[in-house]
């Protein structure tokens, strides 16, 4: 009787040895807490307001300056702490306005530019063929006080990335974007007509490449 107790003490002793030796290996592997860790910001979602968004544009020639307008059709945008995190704009080309003349000249121009004149219809944009174009941004950064951004420039379904400098405020659930005037050349989307770099002997009846654009977008969170 005695043996068969003396048995059970050992047994129970080499247990809670046992036991204890895994709990001190436990102990010795646990790690040390790290120092705390800002947060991931959540990214807040806005929609376009077309109503309020619009594109500026200017092209020139020898002696003459047009200027004019085009409608932002739809879009989002995302914001991290302030900051864009990603954005997509959609741009109807029907809605390109000349604002620099008025009556029969107007809707001729307007009409030129849209590719709504027979035998002229790929001169520049030809929105029956190609009814939208779109902006994707692909990148932001801050440079000397500026965001800067970069996206892939959709036109006539040939893509470019270009980058911008540009103003980024919000205001209560509005975000409002607004690019310094920039220039984009529009023979890198094969609007060709009456281009220098592309046709010779044209003399002083050519349109420069460059086509200068300001951005102004308005986003409500939703």
Same mark, same amino acid.
């Given at each position: 009787?005695?043996?068969?107790?003396?048995?059970? !003490?050992?047994? @129970?002793?080499?247990?809670?040895?046992? &036991?204890?030796?895994?709990?001190?290996?436990?102990?010795?592997?646990?790690?040390?807490?790290?120092?705390?860790?800002?947060?991931?910001? /959540?990214?807040?979602?806005?929609?376009?307001?077309?109503?309020?968004? $619009? &594109?500026?544009?200017?092209?020139?020639?020898? +002696?003459?300056? %047009?200027?004019?307008?085009?409608? #932002?059709?739809?879009?989002? !945008?995302?914001?991290?702490?302030?900051? $864009?995190?990603?954005?997509?704009?959609?741009?109807?080309?029907?809605?390109?306005?000349?604002?620099?003349? =008025? +009556?029969?000249?107007?809707?001729?121009?307007? @009409? %030129?530019?849209? +590719?709504?004149?027979?035998?002229?219809? +790929?001169?520049?944009?030809? #929105?029956?063929?190609?009814?939208?174009?779109?902006?994707?941004?692909?990148?932001?950064? /801050?440079?000397?006080?500026?965001? %800067?951004?970069?996206?892939? *420039?959709? *036109?006539?379904? #040939?893509?470019?990335? &270009?980058?911008?400098?540009?103003?980024?405020?919000? =205001?209560?659930?509005?975000? *409002?974007?607004?690019?310094?005037?920039?220039?984009?050349?529009?023979? =890198?989307?094969?609007?060709?007509?009456?281009?220098?770099?592309?046709?010779?002997? !044209?003399?002083?009846?050519? $349109?420069?490449?460059?086509?200068? !654009?300001?951005?102004?977008?308005?986003?409500?969170?939703?």
């Amino acid at each position: 009787m005695k043996t068969k107790v003396s048995s059970l !003490l050992i047994l @129970a002793i080499l247990a809670f040895g046992i &036991i204890s030796c895994g709990n001190d290996k436990k102990r010795t592997e646990t790690k040390e807490a790290a120092e705390p860790q800002e947060a991931v910001p /959540e990214s807040v979602s806005y929609m376009v307001d077309s109503e309020a968004s $619009i &594109i500026d544009w200017k092209g020139k020639k020898p +002696g003459t300056t %047009h200027t004019g307008t085009l409608s #932002i059709a739809k879009g989002t !945008l995302t914001l991290n702490d302030g900051m $864009i995190g990603s954005g997509e704009f959609v741009f109807d080309m029907s809605t390109i306005v000349v604002t620099d003349l =008025e +009556g029969k000249q107007k809707d001729n121009l307007e @009409a %030129h530019l849209k +590719g709504t004149v027979e035998g002229k219809e +790929g001169d520049f944009f030809n #929105i029956n063929k190609y009814p939208t174009g779109n902006f994707v941004i692909t990148n932001v950064e /801050e440079k000397e006080g500026k965001t %800067h951004v970069s996206g892939n *420039l959709t *036109l006539k379904e #040939i893509t470019k990335n &270009i980058s911008f400098p540009a103003t980024v405020t919000t =205001e209560g659930d509005r975000v *409002l974007i607004t690019s310094d005037e920039f220039a984009i050349d529009r023979t =890198e989307w094969e609007i060709n007509f009456g281009s220098q770099s592309v046709f010779n002997n !044209l003399g002083d009846n050519f $349109i420069y490449d460059d086509i200068e !654009l300001t951005i102004s977008v308005v986003a409500i969170q939703g």
